[in-house]
Structure formats: C-alpha cells, structure tokens
C-alpha cells in the first residue's frame, strides 16, 4: 500500500503562485504513475496534471497548461506541482495521486490511491 501526504497550499493573490509537494511512501515501487487532482466547492474531481516515472512523460489538463508544471525527485518519491499565475479558478482542494499506470489514474480514477488533500484559494 502506497501512502501520499501533501503540502503547501495555503492563499495566495491572483496572478501569484504556489507549489505543492507530495511524499510517497510505502509500497511506491507498485505505482508508476502519479498525479495532482482538485476539487472545487459543489464540482467534481478534475484531474490537473500527472506523469509516469517510467518514462518522465507528463500530462497537463488544458485549463492549467502554461502555468502549472509537475516534476518529481525519485530519489525521494515524491511530486510536485508548480502553480504560476493563479486564478480565482484555481481554487481548490487539491488532491495528490497514485495508480499502477496513467490511464489507471485519469480512467479509473475511483481506483486511485489518494492523499488527504491540501486547500488552495486565490483572491481576487
């Protein structure tokens, strides 16, 4: 079992940014693909951006690409997401991820291992 912990979210102005972090720890060698979802008041869970550590591949969501970037330091099991440019529709919770591939992360998203979440608001 793969446990995930994030951190730093926090409130930030718009057009201001943060960066997220997310440690992996536990059975991470069962999980090659890991990624950022959020969840905003009253929606659903959108997935944001995700990569294999197979590979280095990354996907971002098109409602953040050109300002927000994920990266990872195996050495240290753990991902990042790099938030530039915020807006107050970045608000969100957001969610760190973990599934045995890519398509397991975005399709089946039910299935995914899943941090506690970390709160993300931007004030206009």
């Known amino acids: 079992q793969v446990q995930l912990v994030e951190s730093g979210g926090g409130l930030v102005q718009a057009g201001g940014s943060l960066r997220l972090s997310c440690a992996a720890s536990?059975?991470?060698?069962?999980?090659?693909?890991m990624g950022w979802f959020r969840q905003a008041l009253g929606k659903g869970r959108e997935f944001v951006a995700g990569?294999?550590?197979?590979?280095?591949?990354?996907w971002v969501a098109d409602s953040v690409k050109g300002r927000f970037t994920i990266s990872t330091d195996n050495a240290k099991n753990m991902v990042f997401l790099q938030m530039n440019s915020l807006r107050p529709e970045d608000t969100a919770v957001y969610y760190c991820?973990?599934?045995?591939?890519?398509?397991?992360?975005?399709?089946?998203?039910?299935?995914?291992?899943w941090g506690q979440g970390t709160q993300v608001t931007v004030s206009s």
């Open positions: 991820a973990a599934a045995v591939t890519m398509t397991s992360l975005t399709k089946f998203a039910w299935n995914n291992t």
């Open positions: 536990g059975r991470t060698f069962s999980t090659s693909a």
């Open positions: 990569l294999t550590s197979t590979d280095g591949m990354t």
